[in-house]
């Protein structure tokens, strides 16, 4: 059973930045096409940005573009969400999921594997 493993969540004043980690724990981030999703209080699940694992071009949502940067180092065989310029809008919990095949998409559908969640705050 795949374990997702996140952190770099925390606390942060408007403007800032932040770096979330995604860790497969007992396997390779190269069999996976991994997505960060979020959930703020009183909103339903929302994906941020995914990678293939075939490599593609990673997508994001309208919301964070520009902003939120997926990547994926296979030496550490972690996947990360730099998130610059972050605004109180995107306050919530942050989740690492991912799916068997090599596509990804932001729709929260197909995704087996899911981590614990980050909280990420963002106040002044």
């Known amino acids: 059973q795949l374990q997702l493993v996140e952190s770099g969540g925390g606390v942060v004043q408007p403007g800032a930045s932040l770096r979330l980690s995604c860790v497969p724990s007992?396997?390779?981030?190269?069999?996976?096409?991994i997505a960060w999703f979020r959930q703020a209080p009183g909103k339903e699940r929302e994906g941020v940005s995914c990678i293939s694992a075939s490599g593609g071009a990673p997508k994001s949502a309208d919301a964070v573009k520009g902003r939120f940067f997926i990547s994926r180092d296979r030496a550490k065989n972690t996947v990360y969400l730099q998130m610059d310029n972050l605004e109180p809008e995107d306050t919530a919990v942050y989740y690492c999921?991912?799916?068997?095949?090599?596509?990804?998409?932001?729709?929260?559908?197909?995704?087996?594997?899911w981590g614990q969640g980050t909280q990420v705050t963002v106040s002044s």
């Open positions: 999921a991912a799916r068997d095949g090599t596509s990804c998409h932001l729709v929260n559908i197909g995704y087996d594997y």
């Open positions: 007992g396997s390779s981030v190269d069999k996976y096409a």
